[in-house]
């Protein structure tokens, strides 16, 4: 059995998270399933929303749910067409950033292994 997961946010802090999400949403402008998906208006707000989210998720301060109340995250994204290739797509671009912001000595499970 891996760490428990509220332990991540402890290991990285809020600036491991701030990487992996910017890490992240360089890849989606260029991204052919990815792109259409997000405004590039909206990407920094994206950013600080998903970011806000993983941090509570994982043991940080809850400012997403202060902030939006809960998740409801099939809710939020009902009105978006993700069907099984943009999922895995999103999990694939996911797992290219989990490097740079988790020392892999240092995880047993990171947030894209747990949010699949």
Same mark, same amino acid.
Request: hydrophobic share 35%.
């Given at each position: ?7 991540? $946010? ?14 992240? $949403? ?6 052919? %399933? %990815? ?18 989210? %993983? ?59 747990? %949010?699949?």
């Amino acid at each position: 059995m891996g760490m428990p997961e509220l332990e991540i $946010y402890s290991m990285i802090g809020a600036e491991g998270f701030a990487r992996l999400v910017a890490a992240f $949403y360089r890849q989606v402008p260029q991204d052919d %399933l %990815l792109g259409p998906i997000y405004p590039v208006s909206d990407l920094p707000g994206a950013a600080q929303r998903l970011r806000d989210f %993983l941090i509570g998720r994982f043991g940080g301060p809850q400012t997403y749910i202060e902030q939006r109340g809960h998740p409801r995250l099939r809710a939020r994204h009902s009105p978006f067409a993700i069907n099984q290739t943009i999922r895995d797509r999103w999990m694939q671009a996911d797992g290219k950033c989990v490097g740079g912001s988790f020392a892999a000595k240092q995880r047993r499970r990171s947030p894209s292994e747990i %949010l699949q």
